[in-house]
């Protein structure tokens, strides 16, 4: 039970938006796609389900390839935020719908979902915007399918809402088999919650990094140097994530022994570890130089 993507290229209105795209999802984890606006992870994801048609490379779902057998687009739950057909349906309906385009949708438990969250047959467009991405999730719990897709499921909600999408996403996967890609700009949500992250710079993917082993390998120091500016060593092994007055706080990706050794040889007048979050390895390799 696996998704492989294959050196998936898209392009459109002429433009590059995915080069050469490669990477797997497996039953059990949670992945984070992140990168800045406009980088393309609302198109991978479409093209991931084959909304949009990729112009190179293969998706295989469970070793299928999904542009020859289009049965396996039901393993695969994404539902589009912007282009929700549904709007003036109730939440009955909306299931019914969902059950016929998912061989086994689990309409007890979308019905048991809305319980949970009081949410009586009431017609989608009504809801809050808190409550639609409950619906929504139910829905994508509900459809059993192996791999859900979440675009920005956490955007403008307030902390309730939040917290009760992130439990429902730990206990899908809890049982080994099912997997989420997640595509977030909420990069403090999927701090504790992603086992990886995927990272699009520039239409490729230029980092697939599991949190546990960066954490295990990075440092972020807190740095104070004798002269007025920053010694080459720490700036060829490290990334400057911030400067103010002579307070500089750095990333090294890799602190072993050696790089220890090198930084410790310019006799910072400062040199203290902070914790590391996932948005200093966001900041250090999407910012602009």
């Known amino acids: 039970m696996t998704v492989v993507v294959e050196h998936l290229d898209k392009t459109i209105f002429k433009k590059p938006v995915l080069a050469d795209i490669s990477f797997t999802l497996v ?3 949670i992945v984070g796609l992140v990168g800045r606006n406009g980088v393309g992870k609302t198109t991978m ?26 049965a ?10 912007e282009g929700i ?4 349906w109730r939440l009955t309906k909306v299931g019914q719908a969902f059950q016929a385009g998912y061989p086994n949708f689990d309409m007890a438990a979308y019905t048991k ?11 989608y467009g009504q809801l809050s915007k808190g409550y639609q991405a409950l619906v929504r999730v139910a829905l994508a719990i509900a459809s059993n399918a192996e791999f859900i897709l979440f675009d920005e499921p956490f955007d403008g909600l307030d ?14 996967v ?21 086992d990886r992250v995927l990272m699009l710079k520039h239409e490729t993917l230029i980092k697939d990094i599991r949190l546990e082993d960066l954490r295990k390998l990075a440092s972020k120091r807190q740095m104070v140097f004798s002269g007025k500016t920053i010694p080459d060593v720490i700036k060829a092994n ?12 750095v990333l090294f990706e890799d602190y072993n022994d050696t790089v220890k050794s090198e930084v410790e040889a310019v006799k910072p007048v400062l040199n203290e570890a902070l914790p590391l979050q996932l948005a200093d390895l966001f900041i250090s390799e999407l910012k602009e130089d």
């Open 174 to 194: 809890a049982d080994g088999k099912r997997g989420v890609l997640i595509a977030s700009h909420d990069l403090r949500e999927l701090d504790g919650l992603a």
């Open 113 to 123: 979902l809305l319980a949970r969250f009081n949410l009586k047959d009431q017609r």
């Open 159 to 172: 902390v309730i809402v939040r917290q009760q999408i992130v439990d429902l996403v730990i206990d899908l």
């Open 85 to 88: 057909f549904f709007k003036r």
């Open 72 to 81: 396996r687009r039901s393993d695969l739950f994404y539902l589009d935020a």
């Open 27 to 29: 039953p059990g984890e």
């Open 238 to 249: 490290g990334h400057v994530l911030s400067i103010q007055g002579r307070v500089a706080i």
């Open 45 to 70: 994801m479409r093209t991931l389900v084959d909304q949009y048609h990729p112009d190179a490379g293969k998706i295989l779902v469970n070793d299928a390839d999904l542009a020859r057998v289009p």
